[in-house]
């Protein structure tokens, strides 16, 4: 999967959750989910779960932590589907 | 001092109408909300009839965005935004616009017993299924008592005292009363309040183990709750919301709002789980001084009651409640005031009963008819030596009143008694 290929995945999980639909339409690796895409915060462990079922992957606590950002989000979908043998 | 407060909005999920239209319309014709329950039946409970609103996917969501209705499992907070966003809209008020302050005058008081039984029996699995990372994040917003309440405040944009109250049956009537206080000790201009119940077996189970439901009209649902008659068997288990808008008198001249009616005034009190009273039966005396306390408290004699819209449950309670209301205004026979009960056409709505029984009480004094008692054919004995059977009517009854009271009881012990009174316009 490539890189337009991913965010075209991760658009579509976080479309029920933003609050600023319009920022969709410039979503790129520099998307902030809680600052340009006024994600609330809480619904982050929602957007987690959703990437979780969708790559078939599990995100432990430090990597969630960590993904705020489409592009911290494909580096960590990235290594988890390597470490599992998938790509 | 003391300001005069008014009702000047109305809002009900009913199981015998889901807006105020179609409840208006079912209350006056005695259309009855309990049906046949599938759940109830596959679960071999004794009971298996229930009232319970129905809500389409499509009102839904003119209340809920997509994102709220992803995994919704509280019916209770559905039927609360409901009802409380149909009173809002009612009083002719719109929410605070999105971006802009909170409404720091209005607040809300919004009851119930439980929250989100459903989504919390679900989180309970996956817990002890060791999946606890997987609960997503509303499990605490739907499962929180003041869930209710705090989704309102939020679609309103409502920045005064927002709180549930509980108090079993007795809930609904305690959120008006609350409201009702904090209006007029000056505290909040505007106040929704109201109350409301979840659906369902994890809900309703407990009730049918008590033996207290009727087990023998399982095939004649609309029959099955019989308020007042010789042949009444329990009470059916009922779910939904009642959501009633007050604010001081003069707020509601000043935006030329409509007034339903007028609070005068009431009480609350406990038996205290002495003399008669138990856990789940009430202290005679309590309910006698509860009625007398609300009624010196609205400023009127016991002779002034038109109507009474009592608790009237369909258990045999319903005699000793008679017999509480004759006692506390040393009223009996064709002396008696009207009495109903709305329970015969909708259940017991639990923690939501007292207001959506407010709500058709507000709506009976507000427009001159009072309700049909529905499945009360057959008086029970001990209450027509009371009470002259013409003051208990079984079809509607076109009639202009002044005065009504509403009375809701409750498990420990507990009462709750407001006294409703007609607006005389201009």
């Not at chain 1, 779960?49 to 489409?70: H, P, Q, S, W, Y």
Request: aromatic share 6%.
């Amino acid at each position: 999967m490539d890189k337009e290929e991913f965010i075209s995945e991760l658009k579509t999980i976080v479309t029920p959750y933003t609050q600023e639909p319009e920022a969709l339409d410039h979503i790129s690796e520099d998307t902030d989910f809680i600052k340009d895409l006024k994600i609330n915060s809480a619904n982050l462990v929602d957007v987690v779960l959703d990437v979780e079922e969708k790559f078939g992957i599990e995100i432990d606590n430090d990597a969630m932590a960590r993904m705020l950002t489409v592009r911290a989000a494909i580096e960590i979908i990235e290594d988890k589907l390597a470490a599992s043998g998938r790509e | 001092m003391d300001k005069r407060v008014v009702i000047t909005g109305l809002g009900v999920v009913s199981p015998n109408g889901t807006d105020l239209a179609q409840f208006r319309h079912a209350i006056r014709n005695g259309i009855s909300g309990i049906r046949h329950d599938p759940q109830l039946e596959k679960l071999l409970f004794s009971c298996q009839i229930a009232g319970k609103p129905v809500i389409d996917d499509e009102r839904l969501q003119q209340y809920f965005s997509p994102l709220e209705l992803r995994g919704l499992q509280s019916t209770g907070i559905v039927y609360g935004v409901i009802a409380g966003m149909d009173a809002w809209k009612n009083a002719g008020l719109e929410p605070a616009a999105p971006d802009g302050t909170p409404y720091w005058e209005c607040g809300s008081v919004f009851g119930t017993g439980t929250s989100g039984i459903d989504k919390f029996r679900e989180a309970i699995y996956k817990v002890d299924d060791l999946q606890i990372r997987k609960l997503g994040s509303t499990v605490v917003a739907q499962t929180m008592n003041s869930g209710v309440s705090a989704y309102l405040s939020g679609k309103l944009g409502l920045g005064n005292q927002i709180s549930t109250n509980s108090s079993a049956c007795a809930t609904g009537v305690e959120s008006i009363l609350m409201a009702y206080e904090r209006i007029k000790s000056g505290k909040a201009t505007l106040m929704l309040a109201g109350s409301t119940s979840d659906s369902g077996a994890y809900i309703w189970g407990g009730f049918d183990a008590m033996k207290i439901c009727p087990y023998q009209y399982n095939d004649q649902p609309e029959k099955g709750c019989r308020p007042m008659s010789a042949s009444a068997r329990g009470f059916v288990p009922g779910s939904g919301a009642g959501a009633v808008v007050l604010e001081t008198l003069e707020s509601a001249l000043g935006r030329g709002a409509r007034i339903y009616a007028e609070v005068l005034g009431g009480h609350v009190n406990s038996g205290g789980q002495r003399g008669s009273g138990t856990m789940t039966a009430p202290n005679n005396e309590g309910v006698q001084r509860c009625i007398t306390m609300a009624i010196k408290e609205a400023g009127i004699g016991s002779g002034d009651i038109d109507v009474i819209n009592g608790h009237l449950t369909a258990t045999s309670k319903d005699v000793t409640e008679i017999r509480n209301w004759a006692a506390a205004m040393a009223r009996q026979g064709g002396a008696f005031p009207y009495i109903n009960s709305l329970k015969g056409m909708i259940g017991h709505c639990i923690s939501a009963a007292g207001s959506i029984e407010s709500v058709a009480s507000v709506l009976q004094l507000s427009e001159g008819f009072i309700s049909p008692n529905i499945n009360c054919e057959d008086l029970h004995p001990a209450i027509a030596q009371l009470v002259d059977p013409k003051r208990i009517p079984t079809a509607c009854m076109e009639h202009d009143f002044n005065i009504l009271a509403k009375a809701s009881f409750g498990f420990g012990d507990i009462n709750a008694c407001i006294i409703f009174k007609k607006y005389q316009h201009g």
